[in-house]
């Protein structure tokens, strides 16, 4: 359970500074304004080189999978309703809620990212695009590149939250052990996260490559056995730092960092629908 703060708190305007808005949501819109001049610039550059394709470039419509794509936009956008329902639930004090939204945003921006790793690796290896050997693949690779990793910085984020939320309240929080215990969970999560995105995006290119069915399943488990119980001992570890000890010192007071994370992630959905839009679906208008 967390621990309520004294009084109603007003979650959109801050007494204390002279515009009234909190200075760290201030400074998270200063960021974003900086970020869309220079997604701007990425998305500008591609969309000009569209035009005027030098002599020899690859037909976009031959590499991309708008099927892959669209699949993986549809669950970045699920994951601004996730985002959008943990910033909820953290202002009404509700922290079982808020763990399981930060959890669902993070496996849904695992798995898109999963996806963008089995569409580059397709594209470098099956349809030879790379970011040396055309134009397209230059300022393909640099815009989705850059968009992916304000991604993995999110769910990195997003990471740091769900084991801050932990933190216990009080003296306990003081001691040192809280800080080894944290560091040791983060560890933890990300190496089960890893373990998870091996195996899934491993799995789908063997299924890919040959029949799938049971043999395949089978010969699949007997090859990965170790990267399997890595991540099912991860699973537990994961459950067991989940098990509730007592008061935390994570509540409403603290949902001001919760919105600036949601501001963030809500960006970064935002200029992926502008790049889904103008590198993938324009592609596709006759």
């Not at 134009?135 to 991604?151: E, M, N, R, W």
């Not at 009080?170 to 800080?179: F, H, N, V």
């Amino acid at each position: 359970m967390s621990t309520a703060a004294a009084g109603a708190i007003d979650h959109h305007h801050d007494p204390s500074t002279s515009t009234g808005i909190p200075n760290k949501k201030l400074l998270m819109w200063a960021f974003l304004a900086s970020d869309c001049m220079f997604f701007g610039c990425l998305i500008s550059t591609h969309l000009i080189y569209r035009l005027h394709p030098p002599p020899g470039a690859p037909a976009a419509r031959d590499v991309f999978s708008i099927e892959l794509t669209s699949f993986s936009t549809f669950i970045l956008l699920m994951s601004s309703l996730m985002m959008a329902l943990a910033v909820n639930a953290i202002q009404k004090g509700n922290l079982k809620s808020l763990r399981v939204s930060i959890l669902t945003t993070i496996l849904f921006g695992s798995i898109f990212l999963g996806c963008q790793v089995y569409e580059f690796n397709n594209f470098v290896f099956e349809k030879h695009l790379t970011i040396t050997n055309s134009i397209l693949g230059t300022t393909f690779f640099t815009l989705t590149g850059t968009h992916g990793t304000h991604v993995a910085i999110g769910v990195l984020w997003l990471t740091l939250m769900y084991i801050r939320s932990f933190k216990p309240a009080g003296a306990e929080a003081a001691r040192g052990t809280w800080l080894l215990l944290s560091f040791v969970h983060l560890v933890v999560f990300m190496a089960t996260l890893g373990l998870s995105m091996y195996l899934v995006l491993h799995f789908a290119r063997v299924a890919q490559a040959g029949a799938f069915g049971l043999h395949t399943c089978l010969h699949f488990a007997k090859v990965e056995y170790k990267a399997i119980l890595g991540a099912v001992v991860g699973f537990l570890g994961l459950r067991w730092f989940a098990l509730p000890r007592g008061a935390v010192d994570f509540d409403e007071r603290h949902a001001i960092d919760v919105e600036m994370m949601g501001l963030y992630w809500h960006f970064v959905d935002i200029v992926w629908i502008v790049i889904f839009t103008a590198v993938y679906l324009l592609e596709y208008i006759k």
